[in-house]
């Protein structure tokens, strides 16, 4: 008997062992409960883990057994001399000893039994029986494996597919089998391709295995089809989605950020439950009407359905996401998808396979991170009486509360504040007359919080169908303390497959989720804000223990409730027909509806005066209801057909799709509730309810095309097409058409290419060029249609002789020739494999015009009295390059791997109505981002210096020393703004930049034996950040010191600021008033530098070995902890998170997630 | 075969089951003009959205916006916030943009002039029509004042501006022809409007109203072309004929108080009451008020309330100045310079003792009868000096006017004290001070306007007569006739604190005589060393508090850049500049003198 084995075979063939599938089942959950309630037990199988690295041929049993309790310590009893006689052949690399035992005994009746170390054999004709009932219909299948040249491959995995039988080849790359004919062969080795062989009536088979695959023949998936990479001509990524799985957040887009290159995914809400991410591909296109520049979001299409909502997307369901980025490969969706495509592709069965059951779990700890801290109480108060000393306003602190705050802190005085004194006044003194040393950050948020995940996935197949069923919850708690704020979502997906007949298939794809956000309602989404205006001498608590009254945490924490819940559905028929070999019709009707309610009460809270009277906060109380319905309806019908001959290759697709959004909403509100604890509408009694309702309707039509053809794999062209119609235009230029072209050249499948392919293996050269339409830029359903503004009388503030009445003003101005903008790409890229593809390198270069983009018009004289309309008049042009290198080997036995992504972009204003050339506003030649401001000289050091410098009287009238010198940088004596304009722009230049320039990610991973490690670093490698001082709010978390009394925050950072003793202070002399604005001019000396590299994601993971895992019947158990935001390096001021440094700083912080999970499948 | 019939029926059935009609998709929740200007109706809603605009009748709702408080936020002489003013110390920068002449600073005259384009498509009567055409007039009247008061030479637009409008990259035109068209739009709007006299109040403008603003905008404009041109001021009109307006004004003042004679409306309220100085500017309601032309409600029902009278307690941030104060003439109608009842400024009680009884009822003092809540049932007896923030008194001469004794009103948001915008005192003001101007004033006049006023408070004793006025060695304007500097006296006191004084020394180009060089004081300070009953933190606060010289508070003594009064820019500062990027967008505007 000759038999070779491969020690990842897996079977479970002892007699002994054969528990019910019930015994099965509870010791499988036995385990499973065992794993929650103690995440992190170290396992050791070190009585089972005993493994066996063999090599011998023909040897007798007795030998084996020798060798066998040599390296293991186990012995073995056995009187039958036939058995020690028995020769075999085997090789097996540090195989688990039941393994080995059931290789040598198969074929004997005999079978064995493991008593502690000692190892029992026992004669049992039954099972030979058995197995030679199995065997009757096997045949002996042998053969020889080896690679391209010739040269036999050992070691390879022989397995029959759909079962567990499996070998390995010897060194001659040969192996023996037994299988039935109708079976197949699945040959399989770690740098090779995957191949899979019909075993007909062959018993001898000749295997020949290409070298491994490279990233350049997967199979991407692209609008209405898939495409193997190697194929393409446009610029499309692909990433798996098992690289976002087990990833410590909630929604796609934070698992995508700086996953595929130039996808450019930020927060909409910082680090808030629920927070959805804002997606652009490829960086800025045009402006919106109010002239901010635009991040358009590209198209999600959700299993073929474009406009389906991802962030409610469970991540576990995912199969796979491509980004379609240039326009020859969007085209096809036409003008829905001017700003790119993201298609996500969810997970499907296997027909005949059996069901595998996969449950995910993360189990998370959470800790703000970035939070500014406060200055000290004593610190805060003097340095505000000081900017107010600068600025010759009245001082904020007396000297009586300066000297409370001391004693507060010196611990001499335990209260935070005391009443007023004065006569009548039965109030706590708050603000500026109270003493407490708060730092409302800490106060606010909490140090530590628990969340968690769990994901449940089910797939298989009969023979003439597939499943998968998906369900996921997730508990996602905020960091808010003294309250509470949470997301929970769950989901449900089911995918099935059926096949009528042999050329007629019916699909059936439904998804659900329900997502909950559940927050204070009084200051819910301002005490981010309020933080950041609080004094830390403000207390929180009253000495009567309520809480102090402008604190506003009585609102906080007792003020009511809002409850969001979104659910959204998500159901696809679809019907699938081969009419001929090569032909496919597909038709699908999907219902796509979002269903939102909000429910918020604000309830009346009091707090105690001193004298115990109460005073109520938040009156009237009041409760809002509101429901929104989004609908959306999808048909689509398409038909492909591809043939090939000769080594022309051809693919042609055809179809239709129409899609229509039907929008409803009702809002309802009303103050005066009969109880303050019962939020219903019913239940309120204010005179004056508010009810509002909306409806809009927005259709598409479209009808497409593609063609592919491809020579020998050498030359590739494809033709992109769709005619578009909308209804937010009239009918006159309602419809459009937007064509794409891209063509390849595959340089590597070349004759003279052969001299260099042992090291440049794949090379392919891109080219594409398409147009695609954008009605988007405005969210109007009918930007044709001048409304009239109208107003109810509830929201009126003039009361006439019989009350508020209603109102209603004039239209927008809207222009009629408004059209479509047209946005035109062109990109030429690269593709490559290197260094037996370890190597891959994918290159794209773009060029992305909008030149008659919607934008304001001109910058009309103020006298105009309204926005000028929009109307097709301004351009963009956005270039810049997209880069991402793969790297994958193996030393000795670490696998590991890199893959870096990078990416750049940047926009220029090609055409913009600003024929005076204002530099407040948009200019032609202008690069986004570009910031204008002053050059800082210094601080004035003497009266003498500010006498002599160039005058500056027009910022303000009076200078003393402490505050900026600005450069006279046009040398006329005065520092200036010109006329604002590019080219009289007096003592002003381009300081900075904002755009983020080289985004980059880098996922490093690695692979010892059974642990796993991966490392997730991504970031920003160039930006400028400045901060506004526009208005009180902005620059906050910046200036500390805005100006306004109640909208500053002094940090610590403003330590460091000008004073008599400290001249080389980071911050100018600080004013109390509207003078702080001389000092906080945008100029060189604030432009922080927002690039960081933050360690997103690290993630370690441990697998059971198998023998553990055939005890309780699991095919993988992986246990892994896993770090989100580990840290963060940054020269960015710290009261700031890079991620967000364009805004103010003001937003929910980010968080570190520690977090324990397990992977599990059955 | 089955599986091509299945095919294409179905490939049949999908493609024609789509109907043409699937891309058109009208509003289904907007209206546009097609649907609407039908009925009278229409034009009432439309007209409503004026009394919410903010760029017309602001709606003084936070905290330091009311009436009582504007002077001091402008920085008068009469009125004293606790931080001195930037403009008046010649502090004000040029902006780029903004600065009150922004597209949605102009908005409200575009919203006029639409439905002043709009309206004849109504079909209805004219007498149902023109009340809301003259309500549209009146505001776009409004409009403009106020931008006159700003910017002075202006664009005019009478129909709503397209992009394309001449006027839109025209020359300002001067002040005066602005002022022209000002008043014709009163004209029409006095005319269409219906009069109160005899009906209830409605809460719309009336005819009242409209005469009350003409009256004021004629009189500023006379009064300004007079005063600059006589000071040969940068901002002296060409071809200036002051005159014509005060004559106007005259006219329009005298029209009312024709009406008040034949109808008995408008008049003074709470003629002969005591304390009706004081109360006529606290009520919430004014519906059946004689005096008050118009004016804003407020109501916590339907939760349109106001802040501005949160601080009245304590002085909201303000204090009336030593010069205001001793502005006031004695019980016997001579200035306290010549009248032997004059008790002196040592205490609160002797200033106001022997006055007018109007200055015992603007400000606060401790007497037992300057009610501070009428729920406690507690009185004034110091100055709110130890309030920190910016809430407390500056000058220790509290502002009582408009102070209510009501403790909702403190509450934050709570607030429904009604907002005065035009009241008969300011039109028997006007009248006297055009006439004056004119130097047609009659001793009759006198007594109709500036007697009718003094009687009302009770000073019987001290009227006002042509013939015999008493000399002032502290006139403010030495330089103008007697009868002129008691005219503006009497402005002074009645309208004290009502938003009326920097407009006022604006007009009669008297910064330099009242604001350049000079540091208001305040009340004389020793009065309250060791007063009885003080608190240890309204003394600590106290000795704080910075005097010159004589012992008066001296507020901005402690700023270095007021060391020597008040640096407004006479040359500049009347009016505001036009932001520079509006000087790009059109190169015929040009910049207002100094800027």
Known sequence: MKLAFHATAIASKRPFLKQSTQLKFIMRFQFFVGLLLAMFIQVSGSTFAQNVSLKVNNMPLGQVFKLVEHQTGYVFLYDDVRLKKQKVSLSVQNAPID?????????????????????????????????????KQQTRVSGTVSDSLGNPLSGVNVAVKGTVRGVVTDQQGQFQIMASPNEELVFSLLGYQKQEVALAENNHLDVVLKLALSDLDEVVVVGYGTQKKINLTGAVSQIDGKKLENRAVTNMGQALQGAVSNLNITSTNGGAPGANSAFNVRGYTGFSSSGAALSQSPLFVVDGIPGVDINTININDVESISVLKDAASAAIYGSSAPYGVIIVTTKQGNMGEKPTITYNNNIMLSQPINLPKYMRSIDFANLYNEAADNAGTSRPFSDDALQRIQDYLDGKMTTETIANPAPATDAWFEWGNANANNDWFDILYRDVQLSHQHNLGVSGGTKTTKYYVGLGYNKQNGMYDYTTDAYDRYNVRANLSSAITSWMSFNFRGAFSRGTIDSPTAEGNWMQVLAARNWPTEPLYMPNGSFAAESRMAGFVNGGRTK??????????????????????????????????????????????????????????????????????????????????????FRGLLGFTQELYDNLSM????????????????????????????????????????????????????FNGRYDGTSRFLTDRRFKFYPGVSAAWVLSNESFWKPVEPILNVFKFRASYGKLGDQGFTSSYYPFYPSLNTVSPTSSNFLFGGGREAYISQPPLIDASLTWVTVKTLDFGADMAALKNRLNISFDWYKRTADDFVGPAEAFPALLGTSAPEVNNTGMVTKGIDLTVGWKDKIGQVQYGADLVLSDYQSKVLRYPNPTGLNTTWYKGQKLGDVWGYETVGFFGSDEEIANAPKQDLLYSRWSVGDIRYADLNGDGVINWGSNTVEN??????IANTTPRYAFGLNLNAAYKRFDLAVFLQGVGKRDAIFSNANVWDGAYFWGITGDLYTGMLTT?????????????????????????????PQTRYVQSAAYLRIKNVQLGYSLPENILRAIDCQRLRFFVNIENLTTFTKLLKTMDPEFSTTDGRVYPLQRVWAFGVNMTF | MKRYICTWVSLFVLLTS??????????LVDISDSDYWTTVNDLRLYVNNFYNDDGLLPSRRAWGTGPYTIDAGEGSDTNVPTNYNRRMNGEATLPSSGGGWSASDWAPLRNINYFMDHYPQVQATSDEVLPYVGEALFFRAVFYYDKLRKFGDLPWASTTVATNSNVLFAERLPRNQVVDSILLDLDHAITYLPARAGGSWSGRITKEAALALQARVALYEGTWEK?????????????????KFMEKAAAAAGELMHMAETNGYPGLDNVGVENGYWLLFNQKDYAASKEVLFWRKYSAADRVTHTWTRYSINGSGMGLSKDMVDSYLCIDGKPISASSYYMGDRTLQDVVKNRDPRLNQTIHVDDNKHVKWYATGEFFTTPAFEINGANNTSTGYQIYKGHTGDFAEFNASQSTQGYIHFRYAEVLLIYAEAKAELGTLTQGDIDKTINALRQRVGMTGGLLQLANITPDPHWEFPTLSPILNEIRRERKIELAAEWYRVDDLFRWAAADEQIVGKRPLGAYKKQWDNYPGATPQFLKALAALPVNADGYIDPFQIYSAMSNGYQFNLGRDYLLPIPTNELTLNPKLKQNPGW
């Not at chain 1, 001193?610 to 109380?621: D, I, R």
């Not at chain 1, 722009?985 to 381009?990: E, S």
């Not at chain 2, 005063?227 to 002051?242: I, M, Q, S, W």
Request: glycine fraction near 8%; hydrophobic fraction near 30%; proline fraction near 5%.
């Open chain 2, 18 to 27: 789509c109907n043409d009609d699937f891309l058109e998709r009208s509003p």
């Open chain 1, 1053 to 1081: 950072e403003q330590y460091d600021r000008w004073t008599p003793e400290n001249p080389n202070g980071y911050y100018p002399k600080f004013y109390m008033g509207g003078e702080m604005r001389k000092n906080s001019q």
């Open chain 1, 667 to 718: 809002n309802g509100l009303n103050y005066y509730l009969y109880s303050n604890d019962i939020p219903a509408l019913s239940l309120t009694y204010g005179a004056s309810p508010t009810l509002s309702d909306n409806a809009s309707q927005l259709a598409i039509r479209g009808g497409f095309g593609r063609i592919n053809y491809n020579y020998k794999g050498k030359y590739l062209v494809e």
């Open chain 1, 564 to 649: 969001t819940t979104t659910d959204k559905a998500v159901i696809t028929g679809e019907l699938v027909v081969n009419p001929l070999p090569g032909w496919n019709i597909t038709a699908n009707y999907t219902y796509d509806g979002a269903y939102y309610e909000l429910a918020k009460h604000t309830k009346t809270v009091y707090v105690t005066r001193p004298s115990g009277a109460e005073q109520a906060l938040y009156t009237p109380n009041a409760f809002q209801r509101q429901h929104n319905k989004s609908q959306h309806y999808t048909v689509n019908l398409f038909s492909s057909y591809e043939k090939e001959w000769n080594g022309h290759s």
């Open chain 1, 985 to 990: 722009p007096g003592d002003r230049r381009v």
């Open chain 2, 227 to 243: 005063y600059h041109a006589l000071k040969n001021t940068a901002f002296k009109v060409a071809n200036a004929d002051g005159e």
């Open chain 1, 99 to 135: 393994q080995v035992l059931e290789t040598c005994l198969e074929g004997l009746p005999v079978t064995y039994k493991i008593v502690e170390q000692n190892v029992l054999f026992k004669h049992d004709e039954d099972k030979l029986r058995l197995q030679k009932a199995v065997l």
